[in-house]
């Protein structure tokens, strides 16, 4: 019986390894072709055998002077680490645009770096700012741009703007300025992300739709002029789809003067896109109001949802099974009931604080993590450095120590169960819907890791001789599934 049960443990780890390395498969290049046929590739199979030049990627032009842009992101100074495309792009300096954002009456955007240049023309009156406006941090981005003037370089994000939290679900801006100063633009790329722990870093999970979000915000400005859609052929990342919006300002005094009063030009072609704009960015907006609003609310009332109800499934059941007979509602005849119960039974006691234990985890250090956003913000890397020992360590504890008696089937299934009830109600709690399928792969190689677990630690306490290798070796694969996303990616 035990050879069998070794067996059976080492195809577990030998399924969970082929899982997970699955998720390493890199996917095909998306190539998006422009209408003059020329190529965009928006993300490499492989990593070429050199670097690319700027003659090995499409600019496009962008302002009045003949600039040309790099429509995407970078990690660094270099074509080859591409990360986001640029998905709108502003006539008008990234001091200018940042005052549109957060000085509009319902703005909600936040700065994540303070290198600002105040513009005052647009500033609203102070009394129609209600809400604080905090700071936060966010990595550092570039992009490539081709002037007549200082030729190609590299440039930094201007500044950094988010609605939402960082450690739970946001939109994030990143701008970028060029330009001179009487002929300025801005280019902006916008995402909707979230704090994943297991990456300790953000997904994105949207493109388009923070694209409308913003495009919506700048329409209600009085100095907008024109929106209009260019095609940029750099789609296929995410939702992205290569048209980009281009927001047309007027002269900063516009601001100032009522909105019906204002006569703006406008073709056919750009007031449809305004429309349409408008009515894709207004359920978007209410999205993000909903799941940006108060995520820490949500956070601990689904964990207190989770743990009312488990109370209510054990009382519902004892109480049922006790009452099932009227000659038995006597005090000394419930007690001795409750006595032979099932309640009683320290086996099903610790499985029911598991299966509790394991599904309020992933919610308490999401609240715990935007508590504390809250009291030191600006300081991520401290926050994670605190929480993160705790998300990495605790499963593993709970799984080992709680098991006792029962078949190890039950508890793999109370644990694998458990902790995805407690990962499914974390991402509900910051309005998380669609997320990568090599994150489902991996999240479901954990379940099975911590299954494992709770198996060998079953195992661990009911055999005479507890054998070590079984132990070391599902402790050795938790770590391997912790630091494949950190150091491999996923």
Not at 100 to 124: F, G, I, K, P, V
Not at 317 to 342: C, K
Not at 363 to 368: E, F, V
Not at 435 to 454: K, M, Y
């Amino acid at each position: 019986m035990a050879s069998r049960l070794g067996a059976v443990e080492g195809l577990v780890v030998l399924g969970v390894v082929l899982l997970v390395a699955t998720t390493a498969v890199p996917t095909a290049s998306v190539v998006d072709f422009d209408a003059r046929g020329g190529g965009s590739t928006v993300a490499a199979a492989s990593a070429p055998d050199s670097q690319k030049s700027v003659d090995d990627v499409r600019l496009v032009a962008v302002g009045d002077r003949g600039d040309r842009l790099w429509p995407f992101t970078s990690r660094d100074r270099s074509f080859d680490s591409l990360t986001l495309p640029v998905n709108l792009v502003v006539e008008g300096n990234p001091a200018r645009v940042r005052s549109l954002l957060l000085y509009s009456r319902d703005a909600t955007w936040d700065e994540t770096n303070e290198s600002w240049q105040q513009a005052s023309a647009e500033q609203a009156p102070t009394d129609e700012v209600d809400a604080p406006w905090g700071a936060a941090t966010g990595a550092d981005r570039f992009t490539f741009v081709d002037t007549a003037d200082s030729g190609g370089l590299w440039i930094a994000e201007s500044m950094q703007l988010h609605d939402g939290t960082y450690f739970g679900s946001r939109i994030h801006l990143r701008l970028y300025g060029g330009g001179s100063p009487d002929d300025s633009w801005t280019a902006i790329q916008a995402h909707r992300d979230y704090w994943d722990w297991f990456r300790l870093r953000h997904t994105v999970t949207s493109l388009a739709g923070p694209q409308h979000v913003v495009e919506r915000d700048l329409l209600r400005q009085p100095t907008v002029v024109d929106v209009r859609r260019e095609r940029f052929a750099n789609g296929g990342i995410i939702d992205a789809d290569g048209w980009v919006s281009v927001v047309e300002l007027g002269p900063p005094q516009l601001s100032t003067l009522p909105k019906e009063d204002l006569r703006r030009p406008a073709t056919a072609e750009s007031a449809t896109d305004r429309g349409d704009a408008a009515a894709r960015a207004d359920p978007e907006r209410a999205a993000a109001a909903s799941a940006l609003g108060a995520p820490t609310t949500t956070a601990a009332g689904v964990g207190n949802a989770l743990s009312i109800l488990a109370v209510v499934f054990v009382g519902v059941g004892g109480l049922a099974a006790l009452f099932t007979r009227r000659d038995e509602m006597e005090m000394g005849a419930v007690v001795e009931r409750l006595r032979w119960s099932r309640l009683a039974d320290y086996r099903f006691q610790r499985g029911v604080v598991l299966f509790v234990a394991l599904a309020a985890l992933p919610l308490l250090i999401r609240a715990a993590a935007l508590g504390l956003e809250g009291y030191i913000p600006n300081h991520p890397k401290v926050v994670a450095g605190l929480l993160y020992p705790v998300f990495a360590v605790a499963p593993v504890v709970l799984a080992v120590r709680l098991p006792r008696g029962y078949r190890p089937e039950l508890w793999f299934g109370v644990a694998f169960v458990g902790y995805g009830v407690g990962l499914v109600a974390d991402f509900a709690s910051i309005r998380v819907a669609v997320v990568p399928v090599e994150i489902v792969l991996h999240r479901f190689a954990v379940l099975v890791a911590l299954g494992a677990l709770a198996v060998v630690g079953q195992r661990r306490f009911e055999s005479s001789s507890p054998r070590r290798t079984a132990l070391s070796a599902a402790v050795c694969l938790w770590v391997l599934l912790l630091a494949w996303p950190l150091f491999l990616g996923i």
